[in-house]
């Protein structure tokens, strides 16, 4: 069974930068998308950004040009970091690691991490 640990996140002041890993082990086949998701108050789970091991990468609106996604991919871990520059106040949120976990070449599921806090404020 794999798991997802989750690192980074905390307080900080708009137009700062923080930094969230993810880190998927264990056993299994491949991962195919993995990813950061939020749930602003009131609002649906929302995409932030994922990327998948053929470099392909999707990004909400409102975090394009100020987030990053990148992914590191080995035979036993396979892990994707978020850059977040230039913070706004309305970017705090918990912030879930998403990954579709492939245990054979035809069967997948999607595991979820226990969410980082992400605070931005003065």
């Keep these: 069974q794999e798991q997802l640990m989750e690192s980074g996140g905390g307080l900080v002041q708009p137009g700062g930068s923080l930094r969230l890993s993810c880190a998927a082990t264990g056993r299994f086949h491949s991962i195919g998308a993995m990813g950061w998701y939020r749930q602003p108050p ?3 789970l929302e995409l932030v950004a994922t990327a998948t091991s053929g470099g392909d990468t999707n990004y909400a609106d409102s975090v394009k040009g100020r987030f990053t996604i990148s992914r590191d991919d080995d035979k036993t871990t396979v892990s994707v970091f978020l850059q977040m ?3 706004k106040p309305e970017d705090t949120d918990v912030y879930f690691c998403r990954a579709v976990v492939w ?7 999607v595991n979820w991490g226990q ?8």
Aim: no cysteine; hydrophobic share 25%.
């Design 103 to 109: 245990t054979t070449a035809s069967v997948y599921h």
């Design 85 to 87: 520059d230039n913070l």
């Design 42 to 44: 009131g609002k649906q």
């Design 115 to 122: 969410g980082t806090q992400v605070t931005v404020s003065s």
